[in-house]
């Protein structure tokens, strides 16, 4: 069921996943009763290109790998990662 907030969780969820793995982000959402009711495509700098509201829809965006370099380019994660850690 819809609990308080769950849009604003989905929506922030899919905007960190997108940011955090520097990656297109395409979600669906439950179908009634449990829906959020925001479907989206998020680029990999958390920017939703496209998101179906309240409607059953299609939400279509254009998947452009020169977006996943430049969001890698500028949020470097890979680069970040420390794989032991020192007391």
Same mark, same amino acid.
């Given at each position: 069921? #819809?609990g $308080?907030?769950r849009? &604003?969780?989905?929506?922030? %969820?899919?905007?960190? #996943?997108?940011?955090?793995?520097t ?7 439950? $179908? ?5 009711k &925001?479907?989206?495509i998020?680029d $990999?700098?958390?920017?939703? %290109?496209?998101?179906?509201g309240?409607?059953a829809?299609v ?7 020169a977006?996943v370099?430049w969001?890698r380019?500028?949020?470097?994660? %890979?680069? %970040?990662r420390?794989y #032991?850690?020192?007391?």
């Amino acid at each position: 069921m #819809r609990g $308080p907030l769950r849009d &604003h969780h989905w929506k922030t %969820l899919l905007t960190a #996943r997108a940011i955090e793995n520097t990656f297109f982000v395409a979600a669906a959402d439950h $179908p009634p009763p449990l829906e959020v009711k &925001h479907s989206m495509i998020m680029d $990999p700098q958390g920017v939703m %290109l496209a998101q179906v509201g309240t409607a059953a829809d299609v939400a279509v965006a254009c998947v452009d790998l020169a977006a996943v370099e430049w969001g890698r380019y500028v949020n470097p994660p %890979l680069e %970040l990662r420390r794989y #032991r850690v020192t007391a």
